[in-house]
């Protein structure tokens, strides 16, 4: 009898619950009620634009980070930049990437992609929003950045054991990028179906003289080259695409000082390109991408020929 009434109890519950969450269900908007427990789609899934972190700068300046998650399982998207795919205010429109490739890391962070541009807002407009909207497969959604969220107040200096954003320059004597804004280089000139060659430079430049026992220890340095912003369906064949510090390790290769990053890059479309450069640390104890620690990027724009 007591079995029979408990199993009569649980019956009961889950129909309050069905009859609790259809209407709750209904009020979603039409789009979002496809996704609850949705399997990924190999095409026609949705790209949509994720706000990282924001770090305030010591001019208090506010430096926001954004990054992006396609949900396709094979397609690779390109969304121009235009009504579909736009920062507010406009003054920071322009940074963000057209070109999104399918992801699938390990861990937290999936299918994401962090950190891939970051916008400075001056002093006067700290507290105002930024928003990046992108309208993919007639799934349309925007994400602001703020700073009334300590939730997602990051920092920009040293972590735990040292590690700090890598350098990268394009010229030995030139400015110098170690955060996610990054610095662009002069634009470069290239012709279909004939490699260029990419060529910057990179160090580590983490704190560690107060941890003894990493004195002498290197951490060789990632390097990436990513396609930024390009035509729609267009791809560049990088003949060096990704060294991970582990590789540069078990080849014996350190970074402790500025050292060589070069790759050759072979454009088949015509058109304006922007190439992306990310040097991480993730061989670090203490600098994982799941914490968005620690890496840097620099833009290559690069206007190609038929």
Same mark, same amino acid.
């Given at each position: 009898m007591i079995k029979m009434?408990?199993?009569a109890t649980r019956v009961l519950a889950v129909a309050l619950m069905g009859l609790i969450a259809a209407p709750l269900y209904a009020q979603l908007p039409a789009h979002l009620r496809d996704y609850p427990l949705a399997s990924?789609?190999?095409? @026609?899934? /949705?790209?949509? &634009?994720?706000? +990282?972190?924001? *770090?305030? +700068? &010591?001019?208090?300046?506010?430096?926001?980070?954004f990054g992006f998650v396609n949900r396709n399982r094979?397609?690779?998207v390109d *969304? &121009? /930049?235009?009504p579909n795919n736009r920062i507010e205010p406009a003054m920071f429109d322009g940074a963000q990437p057209t070109h999104f490739p399918v992801y699938s890391r390990r861990g937290f962070v999936g299918l994401q992609e962090r950190g891939t541009f970051a916008v400075t807002l001056p002093p006067e407009m700290a507290d105002q929003e930024v928003v990046w909207t992108l309208n993919h497969a @007639?799934?349309?959604?925007?994400? &602001?950045g703020r700073v009334s969220s300590t939730a997602y107040e990051m920092s920009a200096g040293s972590q735990a054991l040292g590690s700090l954003n890598p350098a990268i320059r394009f010229n030995m +004597? @030139?400015?110098e990028s170690d955060d996610r804004e990054g610095i662009y280089a002069?634009?470069?000139?290239?012709s279909v179906g004939k490699p260029i060659t990419l060529?910057?430079?990179a160090q580590d430049r983490g704190e560690r003289d107060e941890y003894p026992e990493l004195e002498q220890t290197i951490f060789p340095l990632g390097t990436e080259w990513i396609m930024h912003q390009g035509p729609v369906g267009s791809a560049i064949d990088f003949s060096v695409e990704k060294i991970t510090g582990r590789e540069r390790a078990e080849a014996g290769e350190g970074m402790s000082d500025w050292t060589t990053v070069q790759t050759e890059a072979t454009f088949w479309e015509p058109g304006d390109y922007v190439v992306r450069l990310r040097v991480d640390n993730f061989e670090a104890p203490d600098s994982k991408f799941d914490n968005q620690c620690c890496w840097s990027n620099a833009y290559v724009p690069v206007t190609v020929t038929p």
């Open positions: 009434k408990q199993t990924r789609k190999a095409s @026609g899934d /949705l790209v949509g &634009p994720m706000f +990282n972190g924001w *770090i305030k +700068n &010591p001019d208090d300046s506010v430096t926001m980070i094979e397609e690779i *969304i &121009p /930049l235009g @007639g799934h349309n959604y925007s994400v &602001p +004597n @030139g400015e002069d634009k470069v000139m290239a060529t910057a430079y």
